[in-house]
């Protein structure tokens, strides 16, 4: 028997429980701190990861392609003659302390290169032509090594002519995007057409053109630089001239997202990021000529579609509410520590907060119980005794 509990109170030891012990603890900094924990991760659950962050959507990263066309200045403005554009040498020989050369027009569709499918394309603002002096009679096509302007060649401006131009009047060209977009667990399909928004103005916070009623978003290029904090081309691009000269490059940005008040309808924010530093030029095929190099410096215009697009989900719904359930744990935790560890009465805490209900005080409460069922036992038993003698006196009968 001594050797069966001895066993039973190993394996008690061995194999013992803690269970969580409720104690209410009568002090106001505790009680403050769990309170403004418990507001604070409310607040954040339901406010910010529910409703500002929408937590409540199943999110996708948007997919989807552009196209771009170029259009010659309307009406309203229309193209001048050369000599009222102060960059052109037909005006004046310099601005702003920079050479201005002759200029030439283009089309919409051939200041635009590659094709409004391609992505990158360059808006032509000059472009150089240099060709061999010493190309002979047989280059109108390649068919003699002499044909070939190598780059050592066209480095030297003494085996060739070169010419350069600028573009006229690019600035009021208007560049027309029409952008699609797909969201797979959304399952929406939809163009511009379909959505709101337009080209977005970060310093106003204003919307440049918002789409409405037509099938793409339309702006001026004079408008586009500004998006991206170019204010004129023909100040210092940092490479030794001018924007209008050496070129820049522009990262336009779609950015997609929900409506809050509305997760099925989706909007949209074009804006615009200059990169600086970014070699433009762009070079035209042999095909196109021969004995000569034709290249092209411009406005290098770049779009990348971002931002979330996302449909009522439950399940993401759940995990941010459990989320908030975490935040839960961790503040209850962090003030139970400061009730043992920090405050001057953790001592007194620590002693109410644990009972080590070891195994000698429960083999005593057994023990007691054990007692208790035995001294019943034996009561019962003296008055059943009790009631057989009384039946069995004369007294009975």
Same mark, same amino acid.
């Given at each position: 028997m001594m050797q069966k509990m001895k066993t039973r109170a190993f394996w008690d030891d061995a194999l013992s429980y803690s269970t969580v012990k409720i104690c209410k603890i009568h002090d106001w900094r505790l009680g403050a701190l769990h309170y403004g924990f418990m507001i604070g991760i409310l607040l954040y659950v339901f406010v910010y990861a529910v409703y500002w962050n929408q937590g409540y959507l199943q999110k996708d990263?948007?997919?989807?392609?552009?196209?771009?066309?170029?259009?010659?200045?309307?009406? #309203?403005? =229309?193209?001048?003659? #050369?000599?009222?554009?102060?960059?052109?040498?037909? #005006?004046q020989a310099q601005s702003n302390g920079f050479n201005n050369l002759p200029c030439i027009y283009y089309s919409g569709n051939s200041v635009q290169i590659p094709d409004g499918l391609s992505n990158p394309f360059l808006l032509v603002t000059r472009t150089k032509n240099h060709?061999?002096?010493?190309? =002979?009679?047989?280059?109108?096509?390649?068919?003699?090594? #002499?044909?070939?302007?190598?780059d050592a060649q066209a480095a030297n401006n003494t085996l060739g002519t070169t010419v350069r131009y600028f573009t006229a009047g690019i600035e009021d060209y208007t560049l027309y995007l029409e952008h699609t977009v797909f969201g797979k667990s959304s399952g929406f399909v939809g163009r511009n057409a379909d959505m709101t928004g337009g080209f977005y103005d970060r310093d106003t916070g204003k919307y440049i053109s918002p789409t409405t009623n037509r099938t793409g978003d339309i702006i001026t290029i004079r408008d586009l630089l500004k998006l991206? =904090?170019?204010?004129?081309l023909d100040v210092a691009s940092g490479l030794g001239n001018t924007y209008r000269y050496d070129g820049v490059q522009i990262m336009v940005l779609l950015e997609y997202s929900s409506r809050l008040s509305n997760s099925s309808h989706f909007e949209y924010k074009i804006t615009?990021?200059?990169?600086?530093?970014?070699?433009?030029?762009?070079?035209?095929?042999?095909?196109?000529?021969?004995?000569?190099v034709l290249s092209r410096y411009g406005v290098m215009v770049g779009f990348v579609q971002t931002g979330t697009i996302g449909v009522f989900s439950f399940p993401a719904l759940l995990t941010a509410i459990i989320g908030g359930a975490v935040l839960v744990g961790a503040a209850t935790t962090l003030v139970d520590l400061m009730a043992l560890y920090i405050l001057p009465e953790k001592k007194f805490y620590t002693m109410r907060k644990f009972d080590d209900n070891d195994a000698n005080e429960r083999r005593k409460y057994e023990e007691e119980e054990t007692k208790a069922k035995f001294e019943e036992q034996e009561r019962k038993s003296a008055r059943e005794l009790v009631t057989v003698d009384i039946s069995k006196s004369p007294e009975a009968v």
């Amino acid at each position: 028997m001594m050797q069966k509990m001895k066993t039973r109170a190993f394996w008690d030891d061995a194999l013992s429980y803690s269970t969580v012990k409720i104690c209410k603890i009568h002090d106001w900094r505790l009680g403050a701190l769990h309170y403004g924990f418990m507001i604070g991760i409310l607040l954040y659950v339901f406010v910010y990861a529910v409703y500002w962050n929408q937590g409540y959507l199943q999110k996708d990263v948007p997919v989807g392609n552009i196209r771009t066309s170029i259009g010659t200045p309307p009406d #309203s403005v =229309g193209l001048q003659t #050369s000599n009222n554009y102060p960059y052109c040498l037909e #005006s004046q020989a310099q601005s702003n302390g920079f050479n201005n050369l002759p200029c030439i027009y283009y089309s919409g569709n051939s200041v635009q290169i590659p094709d409004g499918l391609s992505n990158p394309f360059l808006l032509v603002t000059r472009t150089k032509n240099h060709t061999l002096n010493n190309a =002979g009679a047989d280059c109108p096509v390649n068919t003699q090594p #002499s044909c070939i302007v190598t780059d050592a060649q066209a480095a030297n401006n003494t085996l060739g002519t070169t010419v350069r131009y600028f573009t006229a009047g690019i600035e009021d060209y208007t560049l027309y995007l029409e952008h699609t977009v797909f969201g797979k667990s959304s399952g929406f399909v939809g163009r511009n057409a379909d959505m709101t928004g337009g080209f977005y103005d970060r310093d106003t916070g204003k919307y440049i053109s918002p789409t409405t009623n037509r099938t793409g978003d339309i702006i001026t290029i004079r408008d586009l630089l500004k998006l991206a =904090g170019v204010n004129s081309l023909d100040v210092a691009s940092g490479l030794g001239n001018t924007y209008r000269y050496d070129g820049v490059q522009i990262m336009v940005l779609l950015e997609y997202s929900s409506r809050l008040s509305n997760s099925s309808h989706f909007e949209y924010k074009i804006t615009a990021r200059l990169i600086q530093g970014v070699d433009t030029a762009l070079y035209a095929p042999d095909d196109e000529v021969t004995s000569s190099v034709l290249s092209r410096y411009g406005v290098m215009v770049g779009f990348v579609q971002t931002g979330t697009i996302g449909v009522f989900s439950f399940p993401a719904l759940l995990t941010a509410i459990i989320g908030g359930a975490v935040l839960v744990g961790a503040a209850t935790t962090l003030v139970d520590l400061m009730a043992l560890y920090i405050l001057p009465e953790k001592k007194f805490y620590t002693m109410r907060k644990f009972d080590d209900n070891d195994a000698n005080e429960r083999r005593k409460y057994e023990e007691e119980e054990t007692k208790a069922k035995f001294e019943e036992q034996e009561r019962k038993s003296a008055r059943e005794l009790v009631t057989v003698d009384i039946s069995k006196s004369p007294e009975a009968v």
